[in-house]
T-cell receptor, first 111, second 112 residues
Framework: QKEVEQNSGPLSVPEGAIASLNCTYS??????FFWYRQYSGKSPELIMS????GDKEDGRFTAQLNKASQYVSLLIRDSQPSDSATYLC???????????FGGGTRVLVKP | DGGITQSPKYLFRKEGQNVTLSCEQN?????MYWYRQDPGQGLRLIYY???????QKGDIAEGYSVSREKKESFPLTVTSAQKNPTAFYLC???????????FGPGTRLTVL
C-alpha cells in the first residue's frame, strides 16, 4: 500500500509568519507532487504542483521536493487568516495517473 | 464558465436504498475520478475513468458502481451494499496523461 503521511496538526502560526508543512511518501518511484488547499466544508483547490527536486515558488507559496529523502514540503510566507484551511499533499505514483492523498494538515493563522 | 458540477449538494438516504450522484464537466477532460472523504481524513479513490466506456476500480470500490457513457458525465451510484456510505463525495477531472486534477464542489451524503 503506497502511503502519503502528513502531520494532522493543527499548525498554529501568527499572522505574518511562515507556515511550514511537511509530507512524506513511501513510493520511491513517485513522479509528481501536489498541494491542495481545502476550506472547511469545501472541495480541494490545487495550489502548487512540483515535479523535480528543488524549490518552486508561486506568490507566497513555495513547494520544496527532495526525492532522495522522499519528502515534499510547502511554505506559506506572510501567513494571513485567509490561509487557515487544511492542506492536502497528493502524490502520483510511478504507474498510471492516480493520486494518493495524505490525511491533510490543518493550519490556523491567528491575527 | 468551464468547470465541474456535482448534484445534489446534500443528499439524504434511507438504509437499503441506492442513490446516484451526478458529476458533469465541460472542461473537455478525458479522465474523471470519484473520491470519498470522511471527517478529518484525506481522500480515498473509489473509481476512475480515463476514456469513455472504460473505468477502473480504485482503492475502495466495494458497494459503488459507475458508468461513463459520455465524456462529460461520470455518475456514481452508492448501492445498499456499501456499509457506511455517509461521507463527502468529490468528483475530479484531468486531461488524459496529466496528473493535475480539478475538483467539483462535492456532494454530502447522509444515511438516515
Amino acid at each position: 500500500q503506497k502511503e502519503v503521511e502528513q502531520n494532522s496538526g493543527p499548525l498554529s502560526v501568527p499572522e505574518g509568519a511562515i507556515a511550514s508543512l511537511n509530507c512524506t511518501y513511501s513510493d520511491r518511484g513517485s513522479q509528481s507532487f501536489f498541494w491542495y488547499r481545502q476550506y472547511s466544508g469545501k472541495s480541494p483547490e490545487l495550489i502548487m504542483s512540483i515535479y523535480s527536486n528543488g524549490d518552486k515558488e508561486d506568490g507566497r507559496f513555495t513547494a520544496q521536493l527532495n526525492k532522495a529523502s522522499q519528502y515534499v514540503s510547502l511554505l506559506i510566507r506572510d501567513s494571513q487568516p485567509s490561509d487557515s484551511a487544511t492542506y492536502l499533499c497528493a502524490v502520483k505514483g510511478a504507474a498510471g495517473n492516480k493520486l494518493t492523498f495524505g490525511g491533510g494538515t490543518r493550519v490556523l493563522v491567528k491575527p | 464558465d468551464g468547470g465541474i458540477t456535482q448534484s445534489p449538494k446534500y443528499l439524504f438516504r434511507k438504509e437499503g436504498q441506492n442513490v446516484t450522484l451526478s458529476c458533469e464537466q465541460n472542461l473537455n477532460h478525458d479522465a474523471m475520478y470519484w473520491y470519498r472523504q470522511d471527517p478529518g481524513q484525506g481522500l480515498r479513490l473509489i473509481y476512475y475513468s480515463q476514456i469513455v466506456n472504460d473505468f477502473q476500480k480504485g482503492d475502495i470500490a466495494e458497494g459503488y458502481s459507475v458508468s461513463r457513457e459520455k465524456k462529460e458525465s461520470f455518475p456514481l451510484t452508492v448501492t445498499s451494499a456499501q456499509k457506511n456510505p455517509t461521507a463527502f463525495y468529490l468528483c475530479a477531472s484531468s486531461i488524459r496523461g496529466v496528473s493535475e486534477q480539478f475538483f467539483g464542489p462535492g456532494t454530502r451524503l447522509t444515511v438516515l
